[in-house]
């Protein structure tokens, strides 16, 4: 079914609710994961053309990628990790294709219309942008998920 599944993740809360959904997901279809987070901050888009060196959250974020890789990794579920930065929805759906993946499984805040039109919506955008299929778990601030 799958074989390779792309998971955006926020360094929140919210992650929980999609890895749990797809560490389930992968072991079924006997898929690899790649999870990325994508640091879109000023000094994250600004790295390479400034010369910056990485910032603390920069630190933190890829600390954070490289402890859920390899907790996936040792409990049998091939994962790789990959730090991106710019803009979220055009970053996801680029990895996706450029890393061969067949799904993209991510959480979603679960706000309102008024709140994503006001907020925008990361994963809205990414559904509409993709030509993978994306699987959205509503995930809360307690890191539970709504299935």
Known sequence: MYSRILVPLENTPYDAAILA????????????????????????????????????????????????????NASGIPTEALLASGEPAAEITSAAEREGCDLIAMATHGHRIVADVILGSVASAVRHRSMVPVLMVRGSADGSWTG
Do not use: K
């Open 21 to 72: 959904h797809v560490r389930t997901l992968a072991n079924h279809c006997g898929a690899s994961l790649l999870l990325i987070h994508v640091a879109d901050g000023w000094a994250a888009r600004n790295i390479d053309a400034l010369q910056l060196r990485e910032s603390e959250e920069i630190r933190r974020d890829r600390e954070y990628l490289d402890r859920l890789s390899a907790e996936l």
